[in-house]
């Protein structure tokens, strides 16, 4: 697994926090998702959304993956958790796979802990980025 640079956009930050801070009024602290989508997000180098490499995912962006456990293609949506619904392919930045490519590029390989064990993902494409596309308010 390589070390890369994770980037977070300004306003994807603004809103990631927004998202924690409400959480915490709920004792988020004894929740595992949220702490690793803290960690995630700190880790992260900040960057304006008009300067975000268009090869990284961020928030609304649509992802070509690949577990490279199963060998198994997968394209989702990374959403917020009021928009996730997996079965249009809407996937939440708290379910485990969400939070492991936030940031990432393509051809990133990322080992992530999942419900089921440890899984290695490669971030084959990036199919749609809000940012690059100029949708700068998604």
């Not at 809103?15 to 602290?29: I, V």
Request: aromatic share 8%; hydrophobic share 40%; proline share 5%.
């Amino acid at each position: 697994m390589q070390n890369r640079t994770i980037y977070i956009t300004k306003f994807d930050l603004e809103r990631l926090e927004d998202l924690l801070a409400a959480a915490g009024e709920f004792s988020y602290r004894d929740r595992l998702d949220l702490e690793e989508l803290e960690a995630e997000i700190q880790e992260g180098t900040l960057v304006d959304s008009k300067n975000v490499p268009p090869n990284v995912v961020t928030m609304n962006s649509r992802v070509a993956l690949i577990d490279i456990d199963e060998n198994k293609p997968m394209i989702f949506t990374l959403t917020f958790p009021r928009d996730a619904d997996i079965d249009k392919g809407r996937l939440s930045v708290l379910s485990p796979v969400g939070t492991a490519i936030l940031g990432h590029a393509e051809g990133d390989v990322i080992e992530w802990r999942v419900p089921a064990g440890h899984r290695c993902f490669k971030i084959e494409r990036i199919l749609y980025q809000p940012e690059a596309a100029g949708d700068y308010h998604l």
